[in-house]
């Protein structure tokens, strides 16, 4: 913890010489994701401070150590994968919005959040059908959903072959010096938040059916029979902060959200007007000691840089599992495949859910909550172990052309 009480203090002092500091940490590989008792991690703060160098700075370190943390498990998952049968196994992720009585707008910039955001309408939240095709150690995945970002809610088919367009797409892992600094124009100018969700005391109960002769609630799942439970104790705790905001700032977030929220299309020209953001003027110098900064209590830090003006929402949810002993796959072997094909920030929440208590079973079905005003349900419909896979699964059709334009935000 050391190195994160030393990448917290540059973000919030005024010398150079703590700026200097923060650039020799981050290039020794400090790292930049990990977060404090209140959910902010050094790149939430370096928003706060408003140095647009070394936000930038913190954003690529933030992404490069990502990847390197899922290379990192490469070897394990070659060798997991080398050990399990070759499968056909078929999802559905469908987003659902709660009630309109219940909604409280969120506008977070996007790889700041813990979770992103999605748009608010029902009817523009996504639902997606993944095939997933596994062959010795090659995989592939067909989906229309690849991920969520501030910007937009875009159908990216992963798979090779790109409908009837006959072209097809590599992943990049580099981003553009525009794109980046577009991704930090959005962080400067959007709100601060952190989502967190407890999962420490949890509890399950058996879910019932029936008004007057009520019975345990089961329902036949694709082959599965699958008994349902309620899921108790779950928190979701939201903070947002808007100090490195101006007055015109919250009133455009606000008007944007307002009319996303009334079914307003946005399209990319709404992002194309974005400022560049400058580096915001440092915070006068408050006068905590190191001695007062280091021998604080963990949770109860003094103050180093701006005044937080922070609102906090905690919301209590209930969620639902659908259990089923006839599943063929344990779920750690299955979230493990995933991380491959599907690293994104939505199979994390599944995971960490999952690493609870589960009543017996594989969780064939799960509902739980994103933010407090988007839950997330995935359904496991279909695995099959197979011995006939086609090798031409795995390959792009020569007939297929590479288009690196086809979808900009890959």
Not at 110 to 119: H, R
Not at 155 to 182: C, N, P, T, W, Y
Not at 265 to 273: L, T
Not at 356 to 368: C, H, Q, Y
């Amino acid at each position: 913890m050391e190195t994160l009480h030393f990448i917290y203090l540059p973000c919030s002092a005024t010398e150079p010489t703590f700026l200097e500091a923060t650039a020799l940490l981050l290039a020794h590989n400090a790292p930049v994701k990990v977060k404090n008792c209140d959910g902010w991690n050094p790149l939430m703060e370096a928003v706060s401070y408003g140095d647009r160098q070394i936000i930038t700075e913190m954003l690529r370190k933030l992404k490069a150590q990502s990847r390197t943390g899922i290379s990192s498990r490469k070897p394990y998952l070659i060798k997991m994968m080398e050990e399990i049968g070759d499968f056909y196994l078929e999802l559905k992720w469908d987003f659902q919005s709660w009630s309109e009585s219940e909604r409280e707008l969120f506008h977070c910039g996007k790889a700041i959040c813990s979770v992103d955001l999605v748009p608010l309408l029902s009817r523009m939240l996504p639902s997606d059908v993944c095939q997933i095709y596994k062959k010795g150690t090659q995989l592939r995945m067909d989906t229309t959903l690849a991920d969520f970002n501030f910007f937009s809610l875009f159908a990216s088919l992963f798979s090779a072959v790109i409908g009837i367009l006959k072209v097809f797409q590599r992943v990049r892992h580099d981003e553009s010096e525009a794109e980046v600094d577009e991704e930090v124009d959005v962080l400067m100018s959007s709100d601060i938040v952190s989502a967190q969700m407890s999962t420490k005391t949890i509890t399950f109960r058996q879910a019932f059916s029936g008004w007057v002769f009520k019975h345990a609630r089961e329902e036949r799942i694709g082959d599965y029979d699958v008994n349902f439970y309620l899921v108790d104790g779950m928190k979701l705790v939201s903070r947002k902060r808007r100090e490195h905001l101006t007055a015109d700032d919250i009133k455009k977030n606000k008007s944007f959200m307002q009319s996303l929220a009334s079914g307003a299309a946005v399209g990319d020209e709404d992002f194309k007007s974005l400022q560049h953001r400058k580096s915001l003027a440092p915070p006068g110098r408050m006068p905590t000691t190191w001695e007062e900064y280091v021998g604080a209590a963990p949770g109860a830090a003094p103050p180093l840089g701006r005044a937080q003006i922070l609102k906090q929402n905690e919301k209590n949810f209930t969620a639902i599992i659908g259990m089923s002993e006839d599943f063929p796959m344990h779920v750690d072997v299955l979230l493990d495949i995933l991380e491959i094909v599907a690293p994104f920030k939505h199979l994390e929440k599944l995971r960490r859910f999952c690493e609870a208590r589960l009543p017996p079973g594989f969780p064939v079905r799960v509902e739980i909550p994103l933010l407090p005003t988007i839950s997330a349900k995935v359904t496991f419909q279909k695995l099959q172990f197979v011995s006939n896979l086609s090798d031409k699964l795995f390959f792009i059709p020569t007939s297929y052309r590479e288009d690196p334009t086809r979808f900009p935000d890959l």
